[in-house]
């Protein structure tokens, strides 16, 4: 059987941030103890859906007292009885994972890797932007998804890049070794003020460089959500899309919470 790429990647990514890659007999469980409220930080992935009922409890016995329910299924174009999740109360997402595998012909003017603690606050500061009013909780997840991302920079396996504006950090993007000579694209994201200026695609651009010279990278991955704004850019640059990455997920009641409850990257 073939497996999701979209996972491999995620797997290899969360590995790089600090995360315990477990295989079970329920599949393979990624744990991220310095972020428990990361919902694709701490999940459960299968090799077939199956039935909602048996997997909840198979990630409430890896993840006991989340508050929260996530589920990757390792396959590329995954089937499930959609009616049965969506019943037992999940959130269905099918997100487009595209892939290229030569460089990338747009502009990459501005863009340097993050180094200093004024362009991690950056980096900070434009996810942030990105939640209408974010309260305690999503403010305590994003420093801490910040302080993981800063941490596997410095062990070498990923590399995080800005792009630079008038000596302030406009946009960022993640380019990270996932092995086998692939890299995967991870949040690329641009301040509100500065879109539509060609950011995300330098971006891009110098992120398939830099993977290609310090990793050997000859495969890069992106993974979009096939209605959001951004797919359309990445097919642009020559993407093309390979194969559906399935997630599934559920907010529990607020009593049987840990706390943050962060969305998924």
């Known amino acids: 059987m073939n497996r999701s790429l979209a996972f491999a990647t995620d797997v290899a990514l969360r590995a790089a941030e600090g995360a315990e890659v477990e295989r079970t007999t329920a599949g393979v469980v990624v744990r991220m103890g310095s972020n428990p409220g990361f919902r694709w930080g701490n999940f459960l992935l ?23 329910t996530t589920i990757g299924v390792d396959a590329p174009h995954a089937a499930l009885d959609e009616g049965a999740w969506l019943s037992a109360g999940f959130t269905i997402e099918r997100l487009a994972v595209l892939t290229s595998r030569g460089a990338i012909s747009a502009p990459a003017a501005g863009v340097r890797p993050l180094v200093s603690d004024e362009d991690w606050a950056a980096e900070q500061r434009i996810a942030l932007a ?18 993981e991302r800063r941490r596997a920079v410095e062990a070498g396996r990923i590399v995080w890049l800005g792009v630079e504006v008038a000596g302030a950090v406009v946009a960022t993007a993640g380019i990270a070794d996932a ?26 651009a110098a992120g398939v460089r830099i993977a290609a010279d310090a990793f050997g990278s000859a495969l890069f991955v992106l993974v979009a959500e096939r209605a959001g704004p951004a797919i359309g850019l990445y097919r642009r640059l020559g993407f093309g899309e390979v194969e559906t990455q399935l997630q599934l997920s ?16």
Do not use: K, M, N, W
């Not at 199956?50 to 890896?62: D, I, K, Q, V, Y």
């Not at 086998?180 to 971006?203: C, E, N, P």
């Not at 840990?258 to 998924?264: E, H």
């Open 46 to 68: 299968v090799d077939r859906a199956g039935s909602p009922g048996a997997r909840t409890a198979e990630h409430a016995a890896a993840f006991p007292g989340a508050g929260f």
């Open 130 to 147: 990105l939640e209408d009013a974010p309260d305690e909780d999503h403010l305590a997840f994003v420093r801490r998804r910040t302080a």
């Open 250 to 265: 559920r907010v529990d009641p607020p009593s049987a919470s840990l706390g943050a409850v962060g969305g998924a990257a």
């Open 179 to 204: 092995g086998d000579r692939i890299a995967r694209f991870q949040d690329v994201q641009t301040d509100a003020a500065h879109r539509r200026r060609g950011h995300a695609s330098a971006l891009i």
